[in-house]
């Protein structure tokens, strides 16, 4: 991944976060959460940074029990957990990219859209 499109994602992930923190998320600054913790997780599942996994279905169950709270309140709302377990995955998340192929990173993209279209629960 080239280093612009790093900085991009890392933007779109901390800029979406901190609406989350600061409660003014909404529906499209939360789909920027989802990325890097679908790709974390394939990611692990291709085995780089693959003993991260249990961080990367935290922070994938911290997407949930947010989108539950959202669902009961109509407001996207994390507790202390939830946000700790999303700064955890950003962080495997950007090691994951410095040392990505292009190819691994295709087919992770790819496994992700996959994921989406097919609605399996692997990812968030």
Known sequence: MREDEKIEVAIIFRRAF?????GEC?????????LPVNMAIV?????IGAEYMPDAIAARDALYAITETKNKTGRYVARSKEIEALRKI???HEAQIDIVSMAE?????????R??????????
């Open 105 to 113: 990173l295709r087919a992770a993209v790819d496994d992700c859209r």
């Open 115 to 124: 994921r989406a279209g097919y609605g399996e629960r692997k990812t968030a």
């Open 43 to 47: 990611l692990c599942e291709m085995n």
């Open 18 to 22: 901190d609406a989350l923190i600061k």
């Open 90 to 92: 950003i962080a495997v």
């Open 26 to 34: 909404d529906g499209e600054l939360f789909s920027g959460l989802t």
